[in-house]
């Protein structure tokens, strides 16, 4: 995804990356686990494009609200967010070696399951600055690398959220989302094989995706 108005080619690097304050510097590796705890996303395969597939236990970590936000201050929140985004790249090489043809966009789907409960504590609203912070001040050093975005295991009342935060998400990137109430496997099996779709959602990937930490 980007973030409004940014250009499409890659912004040039913050001036000195090797600053512990630069965005860009590595975050410690005892950081890196607990995020990949936090936040849940997990490449499981390739679409019928040969692109590679994303899935992330989305509603987990925004339902989370401040009990996982407070676990690093937003300055680190970025930098592992900008590790995390490095990560696509050599997946689309990967993918591109493997088709032969130039792979540059990835398809992501995000798993909503969990919004109610945050919903009704008010988490979600408690996270939103930090999800407007990650596309602000992230996303806009990145091009537009997503090729389709599904949401799935939506709730009705995550509407007025959704509508929240797509007043901060490009036009070019908020018009590739769909939502889906359930889990839609007709899609999803459209898009990919069977084998690039986790066990838990009716396919047979056996690429570990573990459930999120949420406290």
């Known amino acids: 995804a980007r973030a409004r108005g940014r250009a499409r080619g890659r912004a040039k690097a913050p001036p000195s990356p090797a600053s512990p304050s630069s965005p860009r510097a590595p975050p ?36 989370s609200g401040d009990a996982v936000a407070s676990r690093f201050p937003q300055e680190q929140w970025c ?4 590790w995390d985004l490095e990560r696509h790249f050599p997946e689309m090489r990967d993918a591109s070696a493997a088709t032969g043809t130039p ?3 990835y ?6 399951a969990g919004m109610v409960g945050g919903i009704v504590t008010g988490n979600v ?14 996303e806009a050093h990145y091009p537009e690398i997503v090729e389709r975005i ?4 939506v709730p009705r009342a995550a509407a007025v959220f959704y509508r929240a935060v797509r007043k901060f998400l490009d036009p070019v990137t908020a018009a590739k989302i769909s939502l889906h109430a359930g889990v839609p496997l007709d899609v ?6 069977l084998d690039a779709v986790p066990a838990e959602y009716g396919g047979t990937s056996q690429v570990p995706y573990p459930a999120a930490v949420t406290g």
């Open 28 to 63: 410690a590796a005892a950081d890196l686990a607990l995020y990949r705890r936090l936040r849940v996303r997990v490449f499981t395969g390739r679409d019928h494009g040969g692109r590679p597939v994303l899935f992330e236990r989305m509603g987990a970590f925004l339902a």
């Open 79 to 82: 930098r592992l967010y900008v």
């Open 103 to 105: 792979v540059q966009r």
């Open 107 to 112: 398809t992501y789907c995000g798993d909503a």
């Open 125 to 138: 609203w408690r996270i939103l600055p930090l999800l407007r912070a990650l596309v602000r001040t992230v």
């Open 150 to 153: 599904v949401l799935f295991n």
């Open 188 to 193: 999803l099996g459209g898009m990919m094989s």
